[in-house]
């Protein structure tokens, strides 16, 4: 039991990551246990063996790439420091879809029915008047016109002249 | 050959490479926009991260990959780095997550290594350096031996085995990159030299403990 705790500490000892009360405790073990020792000879080889391993040799030579990939992000502007920038965009450009599509949508429809509705008075007015002169309506105090009784066809001899519905008294 | 003093402790890498007020110097110039600060940065950390992705992925190819996008990746959070002197920790946790992202959420099997005709040649390369051909066909040996055994460690304890005897980072450091507690990781970092130790011990065979150092 006392050589697992010892043996479980072994690395760390290695490692240089023991308080000095803890790595001499465990170097006395080491110096009176045999098979603590036998543990810690085994695993500082291999500690040594992986230490002769090479690294892979940096290119700083690659620094042009990456200089490239900030330039290119930091030429953004505001955006760039906004998070999820690549968002911001089409959020944009909906927006401002939205934003004319309503705008017009709140307009045309009463241009439109003002220019209609104005028109079609216009015309009803037009055309009143016309059937007034004519002698097919008259005026009233009420403003709405009434139509004179009018049958073109009592008087069968009478053929009109020119416009057939133009009344004759 | 065995140091005179068996089983000395081994120097940790410090917290920083660099000069803690030159690290914080370039790391505020960085946040403020400056690359040019972010390059020397770069140029320091470069080779670390490389190579713990490298011993992470197996691939040169894609270790260099994930480097550029770690640093990238980095330079665009630098304002999100509360302290200055934890860059690298922070570093590391970056390139980290990139790798697992890469791989989503479980690291690649690492193929063992063929002298010739592989991908992983990057590891011939490595072994070969400036060494007789003697000494250069034991080391690329011993780096596919090695290589390899880290590749069929569990994927938790490749992490802190890289980090810790490879990278030399201390267990407080490495506790912070992979996000978990000081005492998880030391107990991590030794079931992963004791089976570090003991593939290389079947591989090896009858040499293990005959003196391959040089």
Redesign the interface.
Known sequence: MECRIYT??????????LTPKE?TAIRTH?SGCPSCRAE???????????????????Q?A??P???A???T??SRGFF?KLKFPGLWIPIGAVGALLLVATSLMMQFPEDHTDQTRQAFQSYMQERQQEMISRGLIQPTDRGNPIFVHYNPFADATARPKGNPFRSER | MRDKDRGETRAKNPGSIIDPERLDALVDAGKNGDVTAFSQLYALYGKKILNYIFRLTGSREEAEDLMQDTFVLAFRNLHSLKENAKFQSWLFRIAQNNVFQKYRGKLPQIESIDAEGSENSAVTELASGSKGPEEAVLSAELERVVQRVIGELPEKYRQVFVLSAIQKLSYQEISEIVGRSLASVKSDIHRARVEVRDKIKEYLGDNYGMSNLH
């Open positions: 479980e500490s072994l690395t760390a000892l290695m490692d240089g990551e790595e080491i810690f000879e085994s695993l500082d080889y291999s500690y040594r063996l992986v230490d002769q391993i090479d690294q892979i040799e940096f700083p690659s620094w790439q990456i200089q990939r900030l330039t992000s930091s760039s």
